[in-house]
């Protein structure tokens, strides 16, 4: 059947609009049909507490693909890194667009740096993978649970709630913010959160023509990457709680960097290994087994207990 428009849901954020309205046009682009925007709330939308206290991983993508199921919308976009690792019947990932900067980026008032900053500097973060890596950079400094959109978090550094805020790079270019960030971390000084900076396209799998239609936005490198990355986070049996970074990247070969990192003051488990593309899923899952061999375990499961707990893991 011809189509003549697609109704995209999408979370109702700046950043989400952004994001949603970049895939829109990219499938306009590359097929002549138009899409149409649907906002729609989630439960991380409209909750103040802590993403490790309501849930974690998926709580701003259940709404989505609820009205998804339900034929409300055709297609939905996410930011992959917020997208459960385990697979939905009746959902499927359709397609992965080319991935934008993964890099994480500091928002420092005046202008400062991390190394700027002044002795035990408060560093906002929703992410417990950021804030144990910035430990690892700075330990001097205080990373502290913030909420809110990007917009928000940037208005705590403005109104001096506090020192700086620590934000995905390539959010801050979908919201045209770029111009606030004062440095970039490279994946060495600290790794990215598993799919990080690619979006999701999902949409119902017993609709295999539209399944067809959207794999014309498909990249087949970002997937490979993010396919390794993610493979990390499900053989971790892990989930936004347990800071655990993942970073693929290369095209004839794949090469992966993982790391978890614990409150305990231990040292950091990190792992690495390469592989085709095309076995990027089995390359994920041998390095998380390398990481548990080397004791990653013990961080994974006490984040977890932490979550359990009702404790603030951010």
Not at 2 to 28: D, E
Not at 81 to 94: E, R, S, V, W
Not at 187 to 193: Q, R
């Amino acid at each position: 059947m011809k189509r003549s428009v697609l109704r995209l849901g999408t979370r109702k954020s700046p950043m989400a609009m952004a994001q949603s309205g970049t895939v829109a046009s990219l499938i306009t682009e590359r097929t002549g049909i138009r899409v149409e925007l649907v906002g729609l709330t989630s439960f991380g939308d409209v909750s103040q507490a802590q993403l490790t206290q309501i849930g974690g991983t998926g709580v701003f993508v259940s709404a989505l693909r609820t009205c998804l199921l339900a034929g409300d919308v055709d297609l939905v976009v996410h930011s992959l890194k917020d997208l459960p690792t385990g697979d939905l019947p009746g959902i499927t990932l359709a397609a992965v667009p080319a991935r934008d900067d993964p890099r994480d980026a500091l928002v420092g008032r005046d202008g400062a740096k991390l190394a700027d900053l002044p002795p035990g500097a408060r560093i906002g973060t929703g992410s417990p993978r950021r804030a144990a890596q910035l430990k690892l950079l700075r330990p001097d400094t205080r990373p502290v649970p913030v909420r809110g959109n990007a917009g928000t978090r940037l208005g705590k550094v403005l109104s001096g709630g506090v020192d700086a805020v620590v934000l995905a790079h390539a959010g801050l270019a979908r919201i045209g913010h770029l111009d606030l960030v004062t440095q970039v971390f490279e994946p060495e000084e600290m790794l990215p959160a598993p799919g990080q900076g690619a979006l999701a396209v999902e949409c119902r799998d017993i609709d295999p023509d539209l399944v067809s239609l959207l794999a014309s936005v498909e990249d087949p490198a970002s997937r490979a990457a993010v396919t390794a990355e993610r493979a990390v986070l499900a053989e971790l049996q892990a989930g936004c709680s347990a800071p655990v970074g993942a970073y693929a990247a290369g095209t004839g070969t794949l090469h992966l960097t993982a790391i978890v990192v614990g409150d305990d003051g231990c040292p950091p488990v990190r792992a690495s290994a390469d592989g085709p593309p095309g076995d990027a899923a089995r390359l994920g899952r041998d390095v998380a087994r390398e990481l548990l061999r080397r004791g990653a375990g013990r961080y994974v499961t006490a984040a977890a207990a932490h979550t359990s707990n009702g404790d603030d893991a951010q």
